[in-house]
């Protein structure tokens, strides 16, 4: 376990507020148990806020988001989605996997390696995003939000986060020329891997994390933010987001989803972190330099996730 974890759980701030809403938010972050949420929440606070809590999220909440908003921003989140499933795939083809299996008679999965676990998460990733735009064609039919089929999606008006979303996509599985275990190998070798190395997946790992705990804590939060209606029918969108997205976006089946990832993120951080010994110092500094690596990619992901949000 990393120096300083006491097991006391680190307080972040409980409540923030922004012109549109009032958000009540104790996650008694722990950073030992929740290294990279700690550590990232931390350092984008203010970002990370403002983020999650926006005028569509609160209109959606209260019923009053216009169908043509909705429909425009399910059609982006489709887009979205066929991004996600080819980032998947260019991680998966990046992964190094082990060649030999862990020396117990029946390994759990605690006892695989991080890659394999990784593998794992994605596939159940794929298939729920596949899912999840199914069930964007079966509810905006029903509730006629948007005629899937008859609309094309590439001329449909992109939202302004999309972009920013696609591009940290293109990015996962990829290395910069020169860069990765091979170039070090032939190069200086020797020695122990640079920590600029350890954890190769690690970016693109985050890359998923991050847009994942935006999104559920974002529609957590407009879950909160809801009124008692029994069957939504006089909300705008007739009910479709109170009672079929807002319930699917913020189940605890789906915070159990994230924060599997979360957890072995952590752990390969932590491996490292105790190879380095007893030393807190150092301990620390090896921390902060594989947990600085992802700081720049979690900004501009905060930022295209707050632009993935429609004006209303």
């Known amino acids: 376990m990393p120096s300083g974890c006491s097991g006391k759980r680190r307080r972040m701030p409980q409540r923030y507020t922004n012109p549109q809403a009032t958000l009540y938010f104790n996650p008694s972050l722990d950073p030992c148990r929740d290294m990279l949420y700690s550590y990232l929440f931390s350092h984008q606070i203010p970002r990370f806020f403002s ?30 989605i066929h ?67 008859g609309v094309n999606s590439r001329e449909v008006g992109r939202v302004k986060g999309l972009g920013v979303i696609e591009g940290l996509f293109r990015d996962v599985g990829r290395k910069e020329k020169g860069k990765g275990l091979g170039a070090w190998l032939l190069g200086a070798g020797g020695g122990e891997l640079p920590v600029s190395e350890k954890i190769p997946w690690l970016e693109g790992a985050v890359t998923f994390w991050g847009t994942e705990r935006v999104y559920l804590e974002a529609w957590s939060w407009a879950r909160g933010q809801q009124e008692e209606r029994p069957n939504g029918k ?44 007893e030393d807190g ?30 004006d209303v």
């Open 234 to 277: 006089e909300d705008e969108d007739g009910g479709a987001l109170r009672r079929e997205f807002i319930p699917n976006w913020s189940s605890d089946e789906f915070r159990g989803f994230v924060e599997r990832l979360g957890v072995l993120i952590d752990q390969a951080v932590e491996r490292e972190i105790g190879m380095v010994g």
């Open 83 to 149: 991004a996600y499933i080819r980032a998947a795939g260019q991680l998966l083809a990046s992964l190094e996997l082990p060649k030999h299996l862990p020396g117990v008679e029946q390994p759990g999965e605690e006892d695989e390696a991080f890659e394999v676990r990784l593998v794992d998460w994605l596939i159940e990733a794929l298939g729920a995003v596949r899912r999840e735009e199914r069930m964007f064609l079966e509810v905006g039919g029903r509730y006629e939000l948007v005629d899937f089929v």
């Open 281 to 310: 110092q150092k301990q620390e500094e090896v921390k902060k330099e594989i947990l600085g690596r992802v700081e720049g990619k979690w900004r501009t992901l905060l930022e295209g996730e707050k632009g993935f949000w429609p």
């Open 51 to 80: 983020t999650i809590i926006a005028p569509f999220l609160l209109a959606a909440a209260k019923g009053t988001l216009p169908k043509d908003v909705l429909s425009h921003w399910l059609v982006n989140d489709r887009l979205y």
